[in-house]
């Protein structure tokens, strides 16, 4: 970054992948069962939670991000068949898995002013974050968020594994 710090705050430091739709079985351990932010995660306790892909989208009256879950150890997607996927963090994660991209929960799209205008995804959208900034707004809707939930330009680092699962194999039952 400059010296001067002249570079915006980041929204979120990590990336979004595209998996099929057949993952839409998901569990984790971190904080939960609802959605939960650096600056909102008190009253979500850490635990194990199963769900679905479906049950992790919350229908606010406009689209927006939403879903997310913070200090995530790991996280198993797969399918009705046991197939899939596990997510371990080195040593924790943000993630969301929704039905509906960024871009799709974006204010932006003029033609999705409400959710019941949302026109699901053919692939579930997995956002795996190192960190994500905070809601914000606790005095008014308008309100920044506070500086320590907020993420500065910076270097950062970022580790997990992905692993594959196979029906049966119980790999991330070591980290119940």
């Known amino acids: 970054p400059a010296k001067d710090n002249s570079y915006p705050e980041l929204p979120a430091f990590g990336l979004e992948l595209k998996i099929p739709q057949e993952f839409s079985q998901l569990e984790y351990f971190g904080r939960g069962p ?20 479906e049950e992790q989208f919350v229908p606010y009256p406009a689209p927006q991000e939403n879903g997310n879950k913070t200090d995530v150890r790991w996280l198993v997607l797969r399918d009705e068949d046991g197939f899939g996927i596990m997510i371990q963090g080195l040593p ?19 033609s999705q002013k409400h959710t019941t205008d949302l ?40 580790e997990f594994i992905i692993s594959p699962l196979e029906p049966g194999d119980g790999y991330w039952e070591s980290y119940k």
Do not use: C
């Not at 924790?92 to 898995?97: I, L, P």
């Open 34 to 53: 609802h959605e939960n932010y650096i600056d909102r995660n008190k009253s979500a306790l850490v635990g194990q939670y199963i769900s679905t892909v």
């Open 92 to 110: 924790t994660f943000e993630f969301s898995a929704l039905n509906y991209s960024r871009e799709m929960l974006s204010r932006k799209k003029k």
């Open 119 to 158: 026109i699901k995804g053919e692939e579930i959208y997995l956002t795996l974050n190192y960190k994500q900034m905070g809601v914000g707004g606790d005095n008014s809707w308008g309100a920044r968020t506070h500086a320590r939930y907020s993420i500065p330009a910076k270097s950062m680092h970022f």
